[in-house]
């Protein structure tokens, strides 16, 4: 039996190089991680498996924010998620002194941007 040649056209061509495209860049915080980690400590590093865990805990914890602020502004029948939903968002999940730390730390960088501009 004769195998059926397939042939590809160019259209076909092109919308597999832009799949490949589109697919290939992931977002990371990893260059942030590192900046923080030079901060708190210049002379430790971190291993690409421990930053793989922290990108993971990073991106959880924004998704966590993300969606409860989202709720928030639903629950006050408003469609902008404001620095105030996220301020509530922070204080539920993060308890006691780590939500109060997070929240002035959050202050202290939007008052911050505000000024420079």
């Not at 922290?54 to 709720?71: L, Q």
């Amino acid at each position: 039996m004769k195998s059926a040649a397939v042939k590809v056209t160019n259209m076909e061509k092109r919308t597999a190089k832009a799949h490949h495209k589109l697919k290939g860049k992931r977002q990371t915080y990893a260059t942030y991680i590192y900046r923080v980690l030079k901060q708190v400590h210049p002379d430790i590093g971190i291993s690409a498996k421990s930053m793989g865990i922290m990108n993971s805990s990073v991106g959880d914890m924004f998704e966590r924010v993300a969606s409860e602020a989202a709720k928030l502004s639903l629950y006050n029948k408003r469609r902008t998620i404001t620095s105030r939903e996220i301020q509530t968002a922070v204080r539920l999940l993060l308890s006691g002194e780590l939500g109060k730390h997070a929240v002035s730390e959050g202050t202290e960088s939007v008052a911050k941007c505000t000024r420079s501009k």
